[in-house]
């Protein structure tokens, strides 16, 4: 199947401080790609849909301002937690997609941030 | 709005003994229906999937699901399970209404006893 990097693996930010994950699709290109966040035992909660070269869906009760994601290029999108508090601790997930419809969407291997 | 259900929060079974996941799903057109899995503090890895065609699907890992229109269901089975199958399994369907994204079940944990 295709391969999704996500990068850092893991991540330790001080509460105010502003940290970036990365969803890179190594063997093709995503038109689109999706960022979830998932807490302990329980299901993936998606955040936003984003498309290569426009701004980003970000779903209901998702800060944009506090969640920033960018898709500037077909294979790289990235997601910035801004001022980050304990809260923002979870296990953040990408996904990509070449396109829609029929096309399986793969995942990255998630990202742990932990703010303290 | 579609959605999908999985029923069980966990499922045990014994080790060489055949498994079953079990998701129904709830959709206003064709359903595009996924199963994944997931080990413990990793991201989720695509089992298989059903677009159109055949209602048994087979996927990785000896995996393989049936579709079934009238039942609205698509079960996860496998034959003989394994120790190493022990992780937490989600279905999905594809929201083929706007954003295309996957619409997630609440995930079922599979215990294999040895």
């Known amino acids: 199947g295709a391969v999704v990097s996500q990068h850092p693996s893991w991540v330790i930010c001080k509460s105010g401080t502003s940290v970036k994950i990365e969803c890179r699709s190594l063997?093709?290109?995503?038109?689109?790609m999706f960022w979830y966040r998932q807490f302990p035992k329980q299901s993936l909660m998606l955040m936003a849909t984003?498309?290569?070269?426009?701004?980003?869906?970000?779903e209901q009760g998702v800060e944009k301002d506090k969640f920033l994601i960018n898709h500037a290029s077909l294979t790289l999108s990235t997601l910035t937690v801004t001022s980050a508090h304990p809260e923002d601790s979870s296990f953040y997930i990408c996904?990509?997609?070449?396109?829609?419809?029929?096309?399986?969407?793969?995942f990255g291997e998630g990202s742990w941030l932990t703010v303290v | 709005a579609q959605s999908v259900a999985q029923p069980e929060d966990q499922v045990n079974v014994a080790e060489g003994n055949p498994l079953t996941v079990k998701c129904t799903y709830s959709?206003?057109?064709?359903?595009?229906l996924f199963w994944y899995v997931q080990y413990p503090n990793r991201g989720l890895q695509f089992l298989l999937k059903?677009?159109?065609?055949?209602?048994l699907v087979k996927g990785s890992y000896g995996f393989e699901a049936e579709f079934n229109k009238s039942q609205t269901s698509f079960h996860l089975k496998k034959p003989s399970a394994l120790v190493s199958d022990s992780a937490l399994y989600f279905c999905?369907?594809?929201?083929?209404?706007?954003?295309?994204?996957?619409?997630f079940g609440s995930g079922t944990r599979l215990l294999v006893r040895p």
């Open positions: 996904s990509a997609s070449v396109g829609q419809g029929r096309d399986t969407i793969y």
């Open positions: 063997d093709f290109q995503a038109t689109t």
């Open positions: 984003s498309n290569e070269g426009s701004k980003a869906t970000y």
């Open positions: 959709v206003s057109g064709n359903p595009y």
């Open positions: 059903y677009i159109t065609g055949d209602n």
């Open positions: 999905a369907v594809r929201d083929m209404d706007s954003s295309y994204k996957l619409i």
